[in-house]
């Protein structure tokens, strides 16, 4: 018993052989697995909101170049304006536009941030999903705009509605987004909750409790050397009877 209290102490765990508690060791083995599944989980969620936080950040940016965008349709519907102004015009708002496009075919980590593929994320041990909307701005809702030209005061209208159409979708898209968000900081909280809470049953279950078994290390070693010393006591014995003789 000295021995196996020393042992547990010094490796912090109660559980030094399955024998000590056969349905233990099962249940807190079970416990870890389930805890590691969890934090797989949670670095899965963390890697999907940083995908989410991408996709926003280049839709903000799309945003400023649509907002710029609808300015100079405006400005080019101005009747003191040259055609040749609105070509000076048309080539900021083509190039804009292709930008937009651009950002189209962005990916994270291999990933295409935008397409029509909705994405699953794993949210628990139990392989249970989030299915993330696609978000694709090669639609006709943006290319509408993309495409779209200024260097007439009539091309300059049409092009004003375009954008307008694609400024409302683009509002959309990143409320879907900010949507998703939500959801998934909810769940890495709800899992973190989680963790530590099995965690904790793991720990009653398998780490040793150090005061205990400080005094039953104590009470086994008074035991030790108080059965070595009435050991000691009793080979003396024998001695004295010889001296009472001699």
């Given amino acids: 018993m000295l021995t196996k209290s020393l042992a547990r102490l010094s490796s912090g765990s109660k559980l030094i052989n399955p024998s000590d508690d056969a349905a233990g060791m099962a249940v807190s083995t079970r416990l870890d697995s389930q805890i590691a599944r969890l934090n797989a989980a949670r670095s899965n969620i963390s890697n999907a909101v940083s995908f989410t936080q991408t996709q926003e950040n280049y839709l903000k940016l799309i945003g400023k170049a649509l907002d710029r965008m609808s300015e100079l349709t405006v400005l080019a ?114 899992l973190a909750i989680a963790s530590e809470n099995l965690t904790a049953a793991s720990s009653r279950i398998k780490d040793v409790d150090i005061a205990e078994e400080s005094t039953n290390f104590a009470k086994h070693n008074i035991l030790v050397q108080s059965g070595t010393a009435m050991l000691a006591q009793a080979n003396q014995l024998p001695q004295s009877v010889l001296k009472l003789l001699q």
């Fill in 77 to 190: 519907q101005d009747i003191t304006k040259s055609d040749a102004d609105r070509a000076l015009y048309d080539a900021e708002f083509s190039e804009l536009g292709d930008y937009i496009d651009k950002a189209a075919t962005k990916e994270f980590n291999g990933v295409p941030l935008f397409s029509t593929t909705a994405l699953d994320v794993s949210i628990d041990s139990e392989g249970d999903v989030f299915t993330m909307s696609g978000i694709d701005i090669t639609t006709s809702d943006y290319t509408d705009a993309t495409t779209s030209s200024i260097d007439t005061i009539a091309n300059a209208k049409l092009a004003l509605v375009a954008v307008k159409n694609t400024i409302n979708q683009l509002s959309t898209d990143r409320a879907t987004i900010a949507s998703s968000q939500s959801r998934l900081n909810l769940t890495i909280d709800q």
